[in-house]
Structures are given as C-alpha cells and as structure tokens.
C-alpha cells in the first residue's frame, strides 16, 4: 500500500537542472516549467524588477500591496496571481 505521497511524486536524476523562475503552479514545478523567469517577467509585469527587495514582504509571495503578477498560462493567456 502507498501513501498519496508516493503516489504523487517525481523522480529527479542527478543530472537534474531546475530553471529558475516563478512557478504558478506545482504541475508547472514537476515539469521544470516557470510561468515567468528572469527574461520575461518584466514582460508581463511592468515596472516591477525579478525578485525586487520587497518581492516577498510581509511573509506573502506577491505580497505587492495589492498589486498582483501577471503570468503566461500553458495556452498562452495572460493570467494573474494576488
């Protein structure tokens, strides 16, 4: 008998590269396929810098003072994240 744990996990060799980047969601983090890396965010997020000083302020990842991040879904769509 597994655990659900078991059941969801990834194999990773030690080959393995992991791209730096924001990941919106874990299927995208089990891929290795960030929603926004270094190269685009500025893209989808105007005015805003990569991981800028007060990114993560306030224990919140997009903790923006009420702005949000916009990001490419898989089909291309431009979503946004609070």
């Known amino acids: 008998?597994?655990?659900g744990a078991q059941r969801d996990s990834t194999k990773y060799s030690k080959d393995f590269v992991f791209k730096e980047g924001v990941y919106v969601a874990l299927a995208d983090?089990?891929?290795c396929k960030p929603n926004?890396?270094?190269d685009n965010f500025s893209e989808f997020n105007q005015g805003m810098r990569?991981?800028?000083d007060d990114f993560f302020s306030n224990g919140k990842v997009f903790?923006?003072?009420g702005n949000s991040v916009n990001y490419p879904d898989?089909?291309?769509n431009i979503r946004?994240?609070?």
């Open 1 to 3: 008998m597994q655990s």
């Open 80 to 82: 946004e994240v609070h």
């Open 63 to 65: 903790s923006r003072k």
């Open 74 to 76: 898989s089909s291309g």
């Open 50 to 52: 990569y991981l800028q």
């Open 36 to 38: 926004l890396s270094p």
């Open 29 to 31: 983090f089990k891929k």
